[in-house]
């Protein structure tokens, strides 16, 4: 079935390490999304790609980094920068950028131990 | 910025009962999203619309452009429509796609059988 694949879906990390969120579609979106969600508050957009090698910094991007490769790809790693990583990470796609549904991942939730 | 409120923040219902869920936003739009996020966190889209009501099932989403107000109906709700619901709006210009989401916080829904 196509869809949006999220991994690892639990992930404890020390202070001070990075971390690689995966995210891999297989429905042939050209865009791509990453969200952070809190408690109490909307998803905030991290970083977005619309086309294979090109990335933009979404809302809150410090102490995030992503990469484009592939477009069945979009992996996002949190830095040792980010001040406050705990939280669930959630990637999306869609195949235009307005109007165009979105398909979401399961999430991964990160901890910060 | 645009603002996206979500009312009520918590519903608790009886199976069988018909649900309503209200979304007001504060800026013209162009697109407007609802999603439904599982207890496990995995999100899926509900409807995307930008004017009059679309059903699907016992979903209902109708919005109303000139009050800046959707609502969301479930009709004969079931316990396995518990969930989160959640509110997105694109703000309307000619450049501006998902990337620009703008989410509520969503409405928590129990139905106790």
């Known amino acids: 079935d196509g869809g949006i694949t999220q991994s690892p879906k639990y992930l404890f990390r020390k202070e001070g390490q990075n971390v690689t969120l995966s995210c891999e579609q297989n429905?042939?979106?050209?865009?791509m999304y990453w969200y952070r969600q809190d408690p109490g508050q909307g998803l905030r957009l991290i970083y977005y790609?619309?086309?294979?090698?090109?990335?933009q910094k979404g809302d809150i991007a410090e102490g995030y980094s992503v990469s484009r490769e592939k477009k069945e790809s979009f992996p996002l790693t949190v830095t040792s920068a980010q001040k406050n990583p705990t939280a669930f990470y959630l990637c999306?796609?869609?195949?235009?950028?307005?109007?165009?549904?979105?398909?979401f991942g399961e999430g991964s939730r990160l901890t910060v131990l | 910025k645009n603002e996206v409120e979500q009312s009520p923040q918590n519903l608790t219902a009886q199976e069988g009962e018909f649900i309503t869920i209200n979304c007001s936003y504060s800026?013209?739009?162009?697109?407007l999203h609802w999603l439904q996020q599982h207890p496990g966190g995995g999100i899926v889209s509900l409807f995307m619309?930008?004017?009059g009501k679309k059903k699907h099932g016992r979903l209902i989403a109708t919005i109303n452009i000139q009050e800046k107000h959707s609502s969301l109906h479930i009709t004969a709700s079931h316990p396995r429509d518990s969930a989160v619901y959640i509110c997105?709006?694109?703000?309307?210009?000619?450049?501006?796609?998902?990337?620009?989401?703008?989410f509520g916080t969503g409405t928590r829904l129990t139905i106790i059988p």
């Open positions: 997105a709006v694109i703000p309307r210009a000619s450049n501006f796609g998902n990337e620009k989401l703008t």
């Open positions: 619309l930008s004017s």
């Open positions: 429905l042939n979106h050209d865009a």
């Open positions: 800026v013209g739009i162009s697109a």
């Open positions: 790609s619309q086309i294979v090698n090109d990335f």
């Open positions: 999306a796609s869609s195949n235009a950028r307005v109007g165009g549904e979105l398909f």
